[in-house]
């Protein structure tokens, strides 16, 4: 197991177009979540899974942002008519579903508006 | 999640210990003390976590004040490959899961 893996590493895109980030997240892990961390700060949580099932999400996503996780195991994030402010890294990460809940990130996707 | 606060930087000299300070006065009975790191262009990653009661690791030491309004993270020897930003969170009992970060510590290694 090499860890949390997240594909693509770098996205540019052009304002008005749709972005799609997918996550692997450790296998045996069955909580998933998403970040997203600008220049400069911490990062900031969007959304999480356990299993397939969304249990939170952040009002810091909108609409056009959807998280999905079809069968327990991938993610993927989209982001529709992408925006200059969407610019950012966008992390994931993965932990069990009993405490501590120890977190383990993946090297994040980042993605550039033009 | 209760707010920490952490000094913005600090500098240290390799192979010396480390003490970076968190307060967190408005912590609750329930809230566990987590501190992750994040190394340059990287991800952040698991350091340590308590709740009343010191505790070790092979990274790391975690000294948390007896009322709990603060804690120090403690790098016993610090190495270049220190340098990261440290963040110190709070996060209560529940299953909530998620993590709020703060601006965390920027910490500088000296050779």
């Known amino acids: 197991d090499t860890g949390v893996s997240q594909d693509p590493r770098h996205k540019i895109t052009k304002r008005g177009q749709n972005v799609t980030f997918r996550c692997d997240p450790i296998?045996?892990?069955?909580?998933l979540y998403w970040y997203r961390q600008t220049l400069g700060q911490g990062p900031e949580f969007l959304t999480y899974?356990?299993?397939?099932?969304?249990?939170?999400k952040s009002r810091l996503l909108s609409d056009r942002f959807s998280a999905e996780r079809p069968k327990g195991s991938f993610s993927t994030l989209e982001i529709q008519r992408t925006e200059q402010g969407d610019s950012a890294m966008y992390l994931c990460?993965?932990?069990?579903?009993?405490?501590?809940?120890?977190?383990?990130f993946g090297p994040g996707t980042r993605l550039t508006v033009t | 999640d209760a707010k920490t606060t952490q000094p913005n930087s600090m500098e240290s000299n390799e192979e010396e210990p480390v003490h970076l300070p968190c307060n967190h006065s408005t912590i609750s009975g329930t809230d566990y003390i987590h501190w992750y790191r994040q190394l340059p262009s990287q991800g952040p990653e698991y350091v340590i976590h308590g709740l009343t009661s010191n505790v070790n690791n092979r990274m790391a030491s975690l000294a948390i004040a007896e009322d709990r309004k603060s804690s120090t993270l403690i790098l016993h020897r610090a190495t270049l490959r220190d340098a990261a930003v440290y963040y110190c969170?709070?996060?209560?009992?529940?299953?909530?899961?998620?993590?709020?970060f703060g601006q965390g510590t920027t910490l500088q290694v000296k050779p």
């Open positions: 990460a993965s932990s069990q579903g009993i405490p501590p809940y120890e977190q383990y």
């Open positions: 296998s045996e892990h069955n909580r």
């Open positions: 969170i709070l996060r209560d009992g529940s299953n909530t899961g998620k993590l709020i």
């Open positions: 899974f356990q299993n397939e099932a969304q249990l939170e």
